[in-house]
């Protein structure tokens, strides 16, 4: 994921002034790099850092690893500046994160299964489904429904020879508000960004 943004970068002539590898065992340098004070308050309390206040536009953490991206998180809740957080939206799926965070600092996370729940296709899709089976839908029941209803689509309008068919088609909308593309590519490559908007996951970049 990291070489895919940075050759995605290199292509939109977008400046990445440092990439480093973290680990478990490294993680400490979260701190070090972001967060290293260099000018305190009369309180003690850091006002400056070696990585200057506003010098970059974002920090996108290519793990979702805990111990990782809340290092990074509470770096640059610290840093109390403009600096983006971009991530996945695996990492709140995790019992111990503060959601208000993650719409205070304007953090934006890539959903590759995000499906607006208020769009008048999900509508459909739940209200049928609680009538056939009397319970609301599970994330793996919506990625199911859609799945086979894209490849059922598929099939029919393509035959059996879908794949190169596909790569070679443009947006393909999905049952559920979705959109897919596979431009000589084995994989969709429409990904939306969310973040928090009073409380509520919603969609930034359509993709």
Same mark, same amino acid.
Request: aromatic share 12%; charged share 25%.
């Given at each position: 994921?990291a070489n895919?943004?940075?050759?995605?970068?290199? +292509?939109?002539?977008?400046?990445?002034?440092?990439?480093k590898q973290?680990?478990?065992?490294?993680?400490h340098e979260v $701190?070090? %790099?972001?967060?290293?004070?260099?000018?305190f308050d009369?309180?003690r309390?850091?006002?400056?850092f070696?990585?200057?206040?506003?010098?970059?536009?974002?920090v996108?953490? #290519?793990?979702?690893?805990e111990?990782?991206? %809340?290092?990074?998180i509470?770096?640059i809740?610290?840093?109390a500046? !403009?600096?983006?957080?971009?991530?996945?939206?695996?990492?709140?799926?995790?019992?111990?994160?503060?959601?208000?965070?993650? +719409?205070?600092l304007?953090?934006?996370?890539?959903?590759? +299964?995000?499906t607006?729940?208020? !769009?008048?296709? $999900?509508q459909?899709? /739940?209200?049928?489904?609680?009538n056939?089976?009397?319970v609301?839908? %599970?994330?793996? #029941?919506?990625i199911?429904?859609?799945?086979m209803?894209?490849?059922?689509k598929?099939?029919?309008?393509?035959? %059996?020879?879908?794949?190169?068919s596909?790569?070679?088609s443009?947006?393909?909308?999905?049952s559920?508000g979705?959109? $897919?593309?596979?431009?000589?590519?084995?994989?969709?490559?429409?990904?939306?960004?969310?973040?928090?908007? $009073?409380?509520?996951? /919603?969609?930034?970049y359509?993709?």
């Amino acid at each position: 994921m990291a070489n895919a943004f940075l050759k995605r970068a290199e +292509e939109l002539n977008i400046k990445v002034a440092l990439t480093k590898q973290i680990s478990k065992a490294n993680s400490h340098e979260v $701190y070090t %790099t972001l967060v290293n004070p260099t000018k305190f308050d009369k309180f003690r309390n850091p006002i400056e850092f070696q990585l200057k206040k506003d010098s970059i536009g974002s920090v996108f953490v #290519a793990s979702d690893d805990e111990l990782i991206f %809340t290092k990074v998180i509470s770096s640059i809740d610290r840093r109390a500046d !403009s600096v983006i957080i971009i991530g996945q939206d695996t990492w709140i799926d995790k019992p111990s994160m503060d959601l208000d965070k993650f +719409e205070r600092l304007h953090i934006m996370m890539s959903s590759p +299964e995000y499906t607006d729940v208020f !769009s008048p296709e $999900y509508q459909l899709f /739940r209200k049928r489904y609680v009538n056939n089976f009397g319970v609301l839908p %599970t994330t793996f #029941a919506k990625i199911g429904f859609e799945s086979m209803m894209f490849i059922g689509k598929a099939l029919k309008e393509f035959g %059996t020879g879908l794949l190169p068919s596909l790569q070679q088609s443009p947006e393909l909308p999905g049952s559920l508000g979705r959109l $897919y593309h596979y431009p000589e590519a084995q994989c969709n490559k429409q990904v939306p960004f969310v973040h928090f908007e $009073y409380g509520e996951l /919603r969609i930034l970049y359509d993709y």
